[in-house]
């Protein structure tokens, strides 16, 4: 019977060494030496990642599904509002605009390892991160977050937006995907400082760089809604969740 030590080498070896089954077949190159850096780590390698995408994609059922729907147009850069346009022009189904964030799951040696790795997410501006935990003692910490953005764009083939609110759509979803580059960058430099930083040296430095990120954002807020907004909780931003897998 292999001991934790043995058997999560060996699982981190079969991960490393199958097939990328996603869609792309690779990582994505805005994340490449973050995903490499994490797999070179001791107590760490990464099963699935995204560095963070705008598409446009369509789906012929009310419910929209990103299984079975086609892909109109998608891109990990800077989108235009006319490469937008051009895709759904022949489009005959119900076409979506989408930014989706970053978002990576990481396998854990032990829990402490995923509590250590949680909080350099949460601090790095992740706070919809969390850790799951399988019946069989796999530990997986998604560093994910909530900064996302979904718009319908056609209904039937019937485009319902002009040209100018789709520019106005690119332009958000770009601002998001520039502020998610931002993020992915706190996060690698947070979990180098990880790996190389005592604990407790560590803990201080990321509780501070949380408040000075949860502070930039409720200013932000502030200034586009004219409203004060209440701190958060930190302790509501750590949570785990148990599945079965």
Not at 157 to 175: M, P, R, W
Not at 179 to 198: A, G, L, V, W
Not at 220 to 234: A, H, S
Request: charged letters at 25%; one cysteine or more; a negative charge.
């Amino acid at each position: 019977m292999c001991d934790n030590n043995s058997l999560f080498q060996k699982q981190k070896e079969l991960c490393l060494s199958g097939i990328d089954w996603s869609r792309k077949g690779s990582v994505d190159g805005p994340i490449t030496e973050v995903v490499e850096f994490i797999n070179g780590s001791e107590n760490y390698f990464t099963t699935s990642s995204c560095s963070g995408r705008i598409m446009v994609f369509e789906n012929s059922n009310d419910v929209v599904q990103k299984k079975g729907c086609k892909w109109l147009y998608t891109t990990h850069e800077s989108a235009t509002g006319e490469l937008v346009m051009d895709s759904i022009r022949n489009a005959t189904g119900n076409a979506v605009f989408k930014f989706e964030p970053f978002v990576l799951h990481v396998q854990c040696k032990l829990l402490e390892h995923a509590q250590k790795l949680h909080s350099v997410a949460v601090a790095s501006g992740f706070r919809n991160s969390g850790i799951t935990v399988g019946t069989k003692g796999k530990i997986i910490t998604a560093v994910r977050s909530t900064h996302s953005m979904e718009v319908p764009l056609s209904d039937n083939g019937n485009i319902l937006v002009s040209d100018q609110y789709i520019d106005f759509l690119v332009k958000c979803a770009n601002e998001k995907l520039e502020e998610n580059f931002n993020r992915i960058e706190r996060f690698f430099t947070n979990y180098k400082d990880m790996i190389n930083s005592p604990d407790k040296q560590l803990e201080k430095e990321l509780k501070k760089q949380q408040k000075k990120q949860l502070k930039q954002e409720q200013d932000r807020l502030k200034q586009k809604t004219g409203l004060d907004t209440q701190d958060v909780d930190d302790d509501n931003l750590n949570f785990f969740c148990f599945d079965e897998t």
